[in-house]
């Protein structure tokens, strides 16, 4: 298992400061889609760490209700509202990268924005599933036509799709799941774990002043902004764990508890000095 650190990372976080003429279309366009009625604090915080990270282009499929917030929040997302399922086929299409699932719910619509999703996406795209889209996963056992996946499941979630109770969790039976499963694996906890299809990675240790709701949607919206930037998906979503992990622990050494939208707000700065340093 590779231990992830600082040096290893540290080449593969995206470096601005030698590009030339470079435009936003550069550096990614991410779709983020979640965020029923009531849920969009979720999204909004996944938004922020997204354009955050640096993706080029941020755009959000949430429910109408929640695009004044997102807008006040993340003026620079654009908004598309959850039931315009062609928009969001549209959007799919154009995207580098798809992250679908928090606050997105079990119902209905939801399951319809879920199945027009897998049915759009292409082999080339990045598609992260998170939260409610790993429990829709999980019922739908939908055959995903991306290589590129990437599932970000708690303990919970993770047995939901591979029925393995928390304490049968081990890293052999995860790395063999990521293998039927086709994907790349973020099996979040205190010490997050990354299972890939080849290999696994041992992340850092983060903070108990992290274990506060939206602390994953976070994390969902810097893989996907680091995604759309780095040479590989495996790359960005490494790194992407790491310096989440390492932000909320520096946080933490002065604080009782770290608040997801802190971490996003010291992204630009660590991701600075990380990558040229
Ligand atoms: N501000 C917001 O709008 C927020 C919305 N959220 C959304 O709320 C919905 C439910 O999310 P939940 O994460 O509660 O998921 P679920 O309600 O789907 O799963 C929680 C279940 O998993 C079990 N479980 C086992 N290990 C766990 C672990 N390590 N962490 C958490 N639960 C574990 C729990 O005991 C519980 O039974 C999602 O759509 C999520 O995105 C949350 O992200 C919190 C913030
Ligand atoms: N005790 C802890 N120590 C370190 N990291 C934690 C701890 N508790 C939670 N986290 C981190 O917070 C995030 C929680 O994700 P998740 O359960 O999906 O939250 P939410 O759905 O509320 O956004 C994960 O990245 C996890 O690693
Ligand atoms: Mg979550």
Same mark, same amino acid.
């Given at each position: 298992m590779r231990i992830v650190d600082e040096e290893l990372i540290k080449g593969w976080l995206p470096n601005r400061e030698d590009d030339h003429d470079t435009t936003k279309r550069d550096y990614g366009q991410i779709l983020l889609i979640g965020g029923s009625a009531g849920m969009g604090g979720s999204i909004i915080m996944a938004a922020e760490a997204a354009v955050q990270s640096g993706a080029g282009l941020t755009t959000v499929a949430t429910d109408a209700t929640h695009h004044v917030a997102l807008h006040t929040r993340v003026p620079e997302a654009m908004a598309l509202p959850l039931n315009d399922l062609m928009g969001i086929s549209d959007q799919v299409?154009?995207? &580098?990268?798809?992250?679908?699932?928090p606050g997105l719910g079990l119902h209905e619509r939801a399951v319809n924005v879920f199945r027009i999703v897998?049915?759009?996406? =292409? $082999?080339? @795209? &990045? /598609?992260i599933l998170d939260a409610d889209a790993l429990t829709l996963l999980a019922?739908?056992?939908?055959?995903?036509?991306? @290589?590129?996946?990437?599932? &970000?499941?708690?303990?919970? $979630?993770? @047995?939901?799709?591979t029925g393995l109770k928390p304490e049968d969790q081990t890293d052999e039976q995860n790395r063999e799941w990521a293998e039927q499963l086709h994907a790349t694996v973020v099996l979040k906890g205190d010490q997050t774990r990354i299972y890939t299809e080849q290999e696994s990675f041992l992340n850092i240790k983060g903070s108990p002043a992290m274990? &506060?709701?939206?602390?994953?949607?976070? /994390?969902?919206?810097?893989?996907?902004?680091l995604c759309? @930037?780095? =040479?590989? $998906? /495996? $790359?960005?979503?490494?790194?992407?764990?790491?310096i989440h992990s390492f932000i909320g622990r520096e946080l933490a050494k002065h604080q009782h508890m770290?608040?997801?939208?802190?971490?996003?707000? /010291?992204?630009p700065t660590y991701i600075k000095s990380i990558s040229t340093n």
């Open positions: 299409k154009k995207s &580098t990268v798809v992250a679908m699932g897998v049915a759009s996406i =292409r $082999e080339d @795209q &990045t /598609l019922r739908e056992k939908s055959k995903l036509r991306t @290589q590129k996946v990437i599932l &970000t499941p708690h303990a919970g $979630e993770w @047995q939901r799709i274990a &506060t709701g939206g602390m994953g949607d976070c /994390l969902t919206g810097i893989i996907g902004g759309a @930037q780095t =040479r590989s $998906e /495996l $790359e960005g979503l490494v790194s992407a764990v790491y770290v608040r997801p939208i802190q971490i996003a707000e /010291l992204l």
